[in-house]
């Protein structure tokens, strides 16, 4: 009955979208003509994706990495900037790159002993990824240097949408529902979600994208960032502890976030 109240409750705060707000305040603001943003890192580096080319950029050096025969970049996650990992759906392959975007690391998943066919790939802790196998519908630990899966989750019975992820927890995005799980496969929560095309994440807060807005939330309570300005079209978006960077395809904004009191 408990957990019964709780997901109710949890179904009407995020449906309650817009009754609490917390304030973007612009900080900076630069030109950029790149196809995708990906993010910055803790070192200060940029992550840009231009013509299907990764790119890193800090102090006005480049580093590239160029794989065209592997098709679309899917995602790039940048948690550990000593080991990248890059993922192309297309043709079901993770790359791990070092910290000049050199080659680590390559899986091919269409020829591992064990098919998985996998919509998200992300970092994990020491040599392992999360992964989402759509065989399965689930979310694995695997081990990329043993090739093996440790840690297998029960199911998910929804559409995949996407994946976020730090070393010891992630969650995962469906059409209905917001999940968390911990590194050794436990379910911490799941919270109704309906609407919502993408996310980031920090530890303990997440910020999403629902019709066009961003809205932030920690606590169960959920609160429409409000920015300086409803003309700013959210192309990409990354959370950087409180820094919320947006690309609307000309400009990188970079906005410091007022969080909520706790009362």
């Not at 790359?95 to 680590?104: A, F, M, Q, R």
């Not at 802790?125 to 989750?153: A, G, S």
Request: net charge negative; charged share 20%; glycine share 2%.
């Amino acid at each position: 009955m408990k957990s019964l109240i709780l997901s109710v409750f949890l179904c009407c705060s995020l449906c309650a979208f817009g009754q609490k707000t917390i304030t973007a305040t612009l900080q900076h603001q630069d030109s950029l003509a790149v196809d995708r943003f990906v993010a910055m890192d803790n070192f200060g580096a940029s992550y840009v994706i231009q013509n299907n080319i990764l790119i890193k950029r800090k102090d006005k050096k480049e580093w590239q990495y160029n794989n065209l025969q592997l098709g679309k970049i899917t995602s790039v996650d940048i948690l550990n900037p000593l080991k990248i990992t890059l993922f192309y759906e297309d043709f079901n392959t993770v790359i791990v790159l070092d910290n000049t975007l050199n080659e680590i690391r390559r899986m091919d998943f269409n020829v591992s002993a064990d098919f998985k066919n996998l919509a998200a790939a992300t970092t994990a802790n020491d040599r392992n990824l999360w992964i989402f196998d759509t065989n399965t519908q689930q979310l694995e630990v695997f081990n990329y240097v043993q090739e093996k899966t440790p840690v297998q989750n029960l199911p998910i019975p929804e559409k995949f949408i996407t994946l976020k992820s730090n070393y010891n927890f992630c969650r995962v995005l469906t059409e209905t529902n917001i999940y968390l799980y911990n590194i050794y496969g436990s379910l911490l929560s799941q919270k109704p979600l309906v609407g919502a095309t993408d996310f980031d994440m920090t530890n303990e807060e997440v910020i999403f994208l629902k019709d066009k807005q961003l809205y932030f939330t920690s606590n169960d309570e959920v609160y429409l960032i409000n920015l300086p300005s409803d003309r700013i079209a959210i192309k990409q978006f990354s959370l950087h502890d409180d820094i919320l960077y947006i690309y609307d395809g000309v400009i990188l904004y970079q906005f410091q976030l007022k969080k909520p009191t706790k009362e």
